[in-house]
């Protein structure tokens, strides 16, 4: 009897050990039921998105105790989180301040470069990215892309042509440079069409380029201008049919000169002036 | 001599490599370590890049934690234990028994880092298809960085508590990963904090001469003259802690 005393014991104490934990869990489970369907009782509808609040560069640089890479890195996954998480505040306000501090951590990071070129001008970042192109060729001087991707944010944003052909023109001297490139400088110094230029901008970032998403940036622009190139020939075959421009794209879907308008795989409104007859594609500001 | 020095090494490398703190440590590590896949496969494309910067942070600090940890406590746990008279009381050198409790660690450490070395260089080479020199040099370097903190960490431990040589080591370990910003600033101070932050510069162990984790990003693999000039700070660092260590052990009366 002593001996087996101990002994249950010990199982009713493995029960209770056991039981416990099952409480446990029906406490979880009906807590969980409880915060799932009673009404909130606190309004989290606001002041639940908290953009990133990088540090300075040189406090960064500082707190990385020498990993000045991983702290880069570390905002570089921020940054991506940040941008393909969308915003409330209808701007990413953020963003061109991340990209300085990502190459400010890393300064010889091309990607971020690359990428900052490519994003920051289409959210309104148009001066900043410049400045970022700059630095990218000062950090990075034997790389074309740098002032290759600046001539791009020239041309296409702030229609300065001279200074695109400028930044080409470096680019073209640079090892490494599609031979395409010095046509670009011919072409800017011909005044040709500048959207055509542009369309060939683009087709060879798509055709150089190993990243991913640089790539896929690439192919929407090509696939964008060209929807444009399309409607603006369209527009010319509704002038040769009916004598005049069409009022509207809308008119060229009625007159059965297109079976539809395309839709931007940039997201951007395509917009006809009924007067020049010229197809459009307005920027965000 | 020599058979005494190895006889202590292999004994302390024997009590280190049981210590539990060591294996959960490691094993932490190693979870840390493949964790950075998952930030990889977030970075749009950047995934090698993450996975180096990433990974060797994180084998750095698991590093530095395992030397802090097990450093500071080994000559005060023998001296605590009284096991230190066993010990003495054979015809042991105080010096050679220091000299061997370092050794023993530093063997020790040189396990850790290869189980985690291994496991980081097979991931990125996973990822890569080809093995990277580059990061086993970085990780090299770590490992003299590891050792040098053993030898302060084991400096501390001789005249002071564990914890506080712990607090001490990891401080130092703060200020060496500082020494590049330390240089800058005091080159834009006024001449006496500039002298003051340059004598911190010169006479604290300079930690960033140790890495190469953000050239192995760029795969840059390490200059001879730099590698001369690292291995050489590093013996003559080492070296100084550890006579200083000695003299102090031979000093105290327990």
């Given at each position: 009897?002593?001996?087996?005393?101990?002994?249950?014991?010990?199982?009713?104490?493995?029960?209770?050990?056991?039981?416990?934990?099952?409480?446990?869990?029906?406490?979880?489970?009906?807590?969980?039921?409880?915060?799932?369907?009673?009404?909130?009782?606190?309004?989290?509808?606001?002041?639940?998105?908290?953009?990133?609040?990088?540090?300075?560069?040189?406090?960064?640089?500082?707190?990385?105790?020498?990993?000045?890479?991983?702290?880069?890195?570390?905002?570089?996954?921020?940054?991506?989180?940040?941008?393909?998480?969308?915003?409330?505040?209808?701007?990413?306000?953020?963003?061109?301040?991340?990209?300085?501090?990502?190459?400010?951590?890393?300064?010889?990071?091309?990607?971020?470069?690359?990428?900052?070129?490519?994003?920051?001008?289409?959210?309104?970042?148009?001066?900043?990215?410049?400045?970022?192109?700059?630095?990218?060729?000062?950090?990075?001087?034997?790389?074309?892309?740098?002032?290759?991707?600046?001539?791009?944010?020239?041309?296409?944003?702030?229609?300065?042509?001279?200074?695109?052909?400028?930044?080409?023109?470096?680019?073209?001297?640079?090892?490494?440079?599609?031979?395409?490139?010095?046509?670009?400088?011919?072409?800017?110094?011909?005044?040709?069409?500048?959207?055509?230029?542009?369309?060939?901008?683009?087709?060879?970032?798509?055709?150089?380029?190993?990243?991913?998403?640089?790539?896929?940036?690439?192919?929407?622009?090509?696939?964008?201008?060209?929807?444009?190139?399309?409607?603006?020939?369209?527009?010319?075959?509704?002038?040769?049919?009916?004598?005049?421009?069409?009022?509207?794209?809308?008119?060229?879907?009625?007159?059965?000169?297109?079976?539809?308008?395309?839709?931007?795989?940039?997201?951007?409104?395509?917009?006809?002036?009924?007067?020049?007859?010229?197809?459009?594609?307005?920027?965000?500001? | 001599?020599?058979?005494?020095?190895?006889?202590?090494?292999?004994?302390?490398?024997?009590?280190?490599?049981?210590?539990?703190?060591?294996?959960?440590?490691?094993?932490?590590?190693?979870?840390?370590?493949?964790?950075?896949?998952?930030?990889?496969?977030?970075?749009?494309?950047?995934?090698?890049?993450?996975?180096?910067?990433?990974?060797?942070?994180?084998?750095?600090?698991?590093?530095?934690?395992?030397?802090?940890?097990?450093?500071t406590?080994l000559v005060f746990?023998?001296v605590e234990?009284?096991?230190?008279?066993?010990?003495?009381?054979?015809?042991?050198?105080?010096?050679?028994?220091y000299?061997?409790?370092?050794?023993?660690?530093?063997?020790?450490?040189?396990?850790?880092?290869?189980?985690?070395?291994?496991?980081?260089?097979?991931?990125?080479?996973?990822?890569?298809?080809?093995?990277?020199?580059?990061?086993?040099?970085?990780?090299?370097?770590?490992?003299?960085?590891?050792?040098?903190?053993?030898?302060i960490g084991m400096l501390f431990g001789s005249f002071t508590s564990p914890i506080a040589s712990?607090?001490y080591t990891?401080?130092?370990?703060?200020?060496?990963?500082?020494?590049?910003?330390?240089?800058?600033?005091?080159?834009?101070?006024?001449?006496?904090?500039?002298?003051?932050?340059?004598?911190?510069?010169?006479?604290?162990?300079?930690?960033?001469?140790?890495?190469?984790?953000?050239?192995?990003?760029?795969?840059?693999?390490?200059?001879?003259?730099?590698?001369?000039?690292?291995?050489?700070?590093?013996?003559?660092?080492?070296?100084?802690l550890?006579?200083a260590g000695m003299a102090i052990l031979k000093r105290d009366e327990f």
């Amino acid at each position: 009897m002593s001996s087996s005393y101990p002994l249950a014991w010990k199982n009713i104490s493995v029960f209770v050990v056991v039981g416990l934990f099952a409480l446990g869990y029906v406490a979880q489970i009906r807590f969980d039921a409880w915060q799932f369907y009673s009404p909130s009782r606190i309004n989290t509808t606001y002041n639940v998105y908290i953009e990133p609040q990088p540090l300075s560069s040189q406090t960064a640089k500082l707190a990385s105790l020498g990993a000045t890479e991983f702290m880069a890195d570390y905002y570089w996954l921020t940054l991506i989180q940040y941008y393909g998480g969308g915003t409330p505040n209808g701007k990413y306000r953020k963003l061109a301040e991340l990209f300085n501090t990502v190459t400010d951590l890393s300064p010889k990071f091309a990607t971020a470069y690359q990428n900052g070129l490519l994003i920051l001008p289409g959210e309104g970042f148009v001066d900043q990215a410049i400045a970022l192109g700059k630095k990218g060729q000062q950090n990075l001087p034997d790389s074309w892309e740098m002032p290759y991707y600046t001539g791009l944010v020239y041309h296409i944003y702030k229609k300065d042509y001279v200074s695109a052909a400028k930044e080409f023109q470096k680019a073209a001297d640079l090892p490494g440079a599609p031979p395409i490139t010095k046509l670009f400088v011919a072409i800017y110094y011909n005044q040709a069409d500048q959207r055509q230029i542009a369309y060939g901008i683009f087709k060879t970032i798509y055709d150089t380029t190993d990243d991913t998403y640089i790539k896929d940036r690439a192919a929407k622009y090509v696939g964008h201008l060209e929807m444009l190139f399309s409607l603006q020939d369209a527009v010319t075959t509704f002038h040769q049919k009916f004598g005049r421009n069409p009022k509207s794209l809308n008119e060229l879907v009625d007159k059965k000169i297109i079976s539809e308008i395309p839709v931007s795989p940039l997201g951007r409104n395509f917009v006809l002036d009924p007067k020049s007859g010229q197809v459009n594609d307005p920027v965000k500001s | 001599m020599l058979k005494t020095l190895w006889v202590i090494a292999h004994n302390t490398f024997r009590e280190t490599i049981r210590d539990r703190i060591l294996y959960s440590l490691i094993g932490f590590s190693i979870l840390v370590i493949a964790t950075s896949l998952l930030a990889a496969s977030v970075s749009l494309g950047q995934d090698i890049r993450v996975i180096q910067s990433f990974g060797l942070t994180a084998l750095l600090v698991f590093l530095l934690l395992i030397t802090i940890f097990i450093g500071t406590q080994l000559v005060f746990r023998e001296v605590e234990r009284k096991t230190i008279y066993l010990v003495l009381s054979k015809p042991v050198k105080r010096e050679v028994f220091y000299l061997g409790k370092f050794l023993g660690l530093a063997l020790t450490i040189a396990v850790a880092t290869a189980i985690m070395g291994a496991v980081f260089l097979a991931l990125l080479a996973y990822k890569t298809k080809a093995f990277s020199w580059p990061a086993l040099s970085a990780i090299g370097f770590m490992l003299m960085e590891a050792w040098l903190l053993t030898a302060i960490g084991m400096l501390f431990g001789s005249f002071t508590s564990p914890i506080a040589s712990a607090i001490y080591t990891f401080c130092l370990a703060i200020i060496g990963h500082s020494s590049t910003s330390i240089l800058t600033i005091s080159q834009k101070s006024q001449p006496f904090l500039k002298y003051t932050l340059q004598g911190v510069y010169y006479v604290f162990p300079n930690l960033e001469k140790f890495n190469l984790r953000n050239e192995i990003i760029y795969n840059l693999t390490p200059q001879s003259p730099q590698v001369t000039a690292v291995i050489l700070y590093f013996a003559a660092y080492t070296a100084a802690l550890l006579l200083a260590g000695m003299a102090i052990l031979k000093r105290d009366e327990f």
